[in-house]
């Protein structure tokens, strides 16, 4: 007998408001949100039950929105929809990340995901990429060509895509931030005027680390003893390879991971 039953997630959304199962969740075909990924979102990292970094990623949901000339970004809503979201899907038994995103449309969609283990050592392929001006300061909808540089790298047998613009300049991975340590011994990343998103774990590692902004080039990172990238979703995660040349998993990345753990520690039992 064929089995045609739709295997439901255990994730939940909010549409405008509205708690339910994020499967049943629809919104009209017609929202430019969806036509021409013209809206902003967020993703926010869940620790047992708790967002982490929530007023950061909130400010930044203004600024996109702002960037983006979007009416509004309904912050108090989502402010008083994310709790009531976040019990619903199990409180404190609830570990993984909160999609947030407001659509051309004017709607408001909350989304729970599963939190994907990211293991150390990611091998990074590089992909020739120039960032879209315009879009500085905007974590948009518009993100087709970030997941493809991903493709593209994984077609290559990559685990994710290295950045790199037509000259020569490395920017970040296509959901995550660089840092390297330079042949010096400096810790570094690129500056956000190179037209990379304003991370905020970039921001926090910043405020924690001694660590230099500085534009970067390939040959540069190919001669870093280590590298890593950070995100909401990946914390630091160390870089086992760029194209051909290996990395170590050295003392400043592991100083990076714990330095960052403990502070993510220390804020959520603030809030907790
Ligand atoms: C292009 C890009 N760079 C960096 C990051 C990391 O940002 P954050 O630390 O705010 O998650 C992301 C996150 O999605 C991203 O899309």
Known sequence: MADDTVTKTAELGALDGRIAPS??????V??????????VFE??????????????HLDRLER????????EVFRSELESEIPELLDARGGRDFDGSLRIVITRGGRRLLLTEPALPKPPG???????YAPTRVLDG??????????????LAQERGFDEALLVTPHGRVLEAPTSTLFWVAADGTLCTPPLDEHILASITRDRVLRLLDVEERPCLTDTLMEAGEAFLA???REVQSIGAVEDVEFEEGPRTREAASTFRAHVEAELARAG
Do not use: H
């Open 64 to 71: 996109s929105g702002a960037n983006l000339r979007l009416p």
């Open 23 to 28: 499967d049943e969740l629809t919104i009209p």
């Open 43 to 56: 993703v926010i990292r869940v620790y047992d039950g708790t967002a982490f970094a929530l007023a950061d």
């Open 122 to 128: 990611v091998r990074l392929g590089i992909v020739t």
């Open 231 to 233: 995100s909401t979703i």
């Open 138 to 151: 905007v974590k948009s909808l518009s993100y087709a060509a970030n997941m493809l540089c991903t493709r």
């Open 30 to 39: 017609t929202d430019e949100g969806l036509l021409r990924g013209d809206g």
